[in-house]
């Protein structure tokens, strides 16, 4: 079954009692049960909820693996950490969200948790970073806010002769673009907020693995942590996942349509997207994903000038966040990520991000181009 008919059809199968084309929201949190211990398959809301269920079979089987759904993407990366014990190490690529980072920094350091930071696009690099304590190399990519691109296949085979994870975040690709498990990692994470909901209207995260010991450790945490989506969530994202295959391919267009203007443009000094031929890693993207993605960043010449840029788009939306239909515009020094100021990960105050939507790409250019001019030099 090819991708489209499977955004469509897995887990989502008309509804028994009255035939309902739409999976239903089961907005209870609790089962009726016919006897003591006996449930009719669900028992309490945080186990499990039949829409949540719906939403897993589809990520599962557009991932290649088995999902759990959480209710944000950081509320699964905190449950895939919970695998770990205190002692172990973490690799982390040196370019990732924030929220990725502040979790490691600030949170899992006092379970006694280390980890060490990584060009993950440097091979020998990695190698170094590696120790006999490392359970989990964690990838992004396209990393965020510069969209490396990181050789899954090559990481994970180095991951993995250490004795360590490869999980992967794959929310800037989807799966329409990019599979992780196929290429060798152990685990996908998602912030279902962006392009598996798409509409900006729901917030969730979903862990998708390819084996059962891991699926089942992942399962139990997830019941006894406690951090699921409610079914009017979980209803939205399993909506958008129906359409993404069309938006993505209409996220990519603009994308590439939009960072080819930023190239040309006398403003800007560099241009951060997989799909120019300039990019460091091209030849990387074209042989892992099967487009380049709706994500663009690009330089101009200082702070001020890239803060006035973001003030003065009118079609972007000053907003964080990404994925969704409209085309976002954002500084990550001071807004996504203001939490990794002054490390290793700190990102250019030079740096403007931009999410394209599915708008028509000439008024996205027309409309970034004004910013532009009218920046102060």
Request: net charge negative; proline share 5%; aromatic share 6%.
């Amino acid at each position: 079954m090819r991708f489209e008919t499977k955004a469509i059809h897995a887990g989502q199968d008309p509804e028994p009692a009255y035939g309902a084309v739409n999976v239903p929201i089961y907005q209870t949190s609790t089962y009726a049960q016919p006897d003591v211990a006996q449930p009719r398959g669900y028992e309490y809301a945080r186990t499990g909820n039949p829409t949540r269920t719906a939403l897993e079979q589809a990520l599962g089987a557009l991932e290649g693996g088995r999902a759990l759904c959480f209710s944000s993407g950081l509320a699964a990366e905190s449950t895939v950490l919970s695998l770990l014990q205190p002692g172990d190490h973490v690799v982390l690529a040196n370019d990732v969200y924030g929220g990725t980072y502040r979790l490691l920094s600030q949170v899992t350091g006092r379970w006694n948790l280390a980890f060490d930071v990584a060009d993950l696009t440097d091979l020998d690099a990695l190698g170094g970073a590696v120790r006999d304590t490392t359970r989990v190399v964690w990838v992004e990519t396209p990393t965020n806010p510069t969209m490396k691109i990181i050789d899954i296949a090559a990481v994970a085979r180095i991951a993995h002769d250490a004795g360590a994870l490869c999980v992967v975040d794959n929310t800037f690709a989807s799966p329409f673009l990019q599979r992780p498990l196929e290429l060798g990692a152990d685990a996908v994470v998602h912030s279902t907020t962006k392009y598996l909901g798409g509409h900006s209207d729901a917030i969730g995260g979903a862990v998708v693995v390819g084996d059962d010991e891991t699926f089942d450790r992942l399962a139990f945490l997830q019941n006894a942590v406690g951090a699921v989506p409610g079914p009017m969530d979980c209803f939205l994202v399993l909506r958008g996942v129906k359409t993404l295959a069309l938006r993505m391919r209409a996220h990519c267009a603009g994308a590439q349509a939009v960072a080819e203007m930023l190239q040309g443009h006398p403003r800007v000094q560099r241009v951060y997207y997989p799909g120019l031929p300039t990019h460091a890693g091209h030849d990387v993207a074209t042989r892992q994903m099967s487009g380049f993605g709706g994500m663009v960043s690009f330089e101009v010449a200082g702070e001020e000038q890239a803060l006035e840029v973001c003030r003065r788009t009118r079609l972007f939306t000053l907003a964080e966040s990404l994925g969704g239909v409209e085309s976002l515009i954002e500084h990550p020094a001071r807004m996504t990520h203001l939490s990794v100021a002054g490390s290793a990960l700190a990102v250019s105050p030079t740096l403007v991000r931009i999410s394209v939507g599915i708008e028509h790409p000439d008024d996205l250019i027309e409309d970034l181009r004004g910013a532009l001019d009218a920046a102060p030099a």
